[in-house]
Nanobody, 125 residues
Framework: QVQLVESGGGLVQAGGSLRLSCAAS????????MGWFRQAPGKEREFVAA????????YYADSVKGRFNISRDNAKNTVYLQMNSLKPEDTAVYYC??????????????????WGQGTEVTVSS
């Protein structure tokens, strides 16, 4: 069992930066690949980024590539999402998730077993 708690959301102006954190409980955190997702008002949840259990591989949605960076610190049981050059269209509730599925499914937003409750990000124009 893995419990996930996101933090770091808030209000930021377009062009600004935020760093989201996702703290995990459970000794098996380092076994899980981790993902970030977001859901904007009135829209479906979408995949943002993923990182393997070791941090050796990452993957990003085209909409955030070059602006967002996912990383993890297994010693701290935490995964991060550094968001730069934020745009109003990045406004959403951001969720982290943990999964053991194959990488090919995880980067398509599939196969995640545990989810956090989300942190809200608002980007003003």
């Amino acid at each position: 069992q893995v419990q996930l708690v996101e933090s770091g959301g808030g209000l930021v102006q377009a062009g600004g930066s935020l760093r989201l954190s996702c703290a995990a409980s459970g000794r098996t955190f380092s076994s899980y690949s981790m993902g970030w997702f977001r859901q904007a008002p009135g829209k479906e949840r979408e995949f943002v980024a993923a990182i393997t259990w070791s941090g050796g591989s990452t993957y990003y949605a085209d909409s955030v590539k070059g602006r967002f960076n996912i990383s993890r610190d297994n010693a701290k049981n935490t995964v991060y999402l550094q968001m730069n050059s934020l745009k109003p269209e990045d406004t959403a509730v951001y969720y982290c998730a943990a999964g053991l599925d194959v990488w090919g499914r995880l980067v398509r937003g599939l196969g995640y077993d545990y989810w956090g409750q989300g942190t809200e990000v608002t980007v003003s124009s």
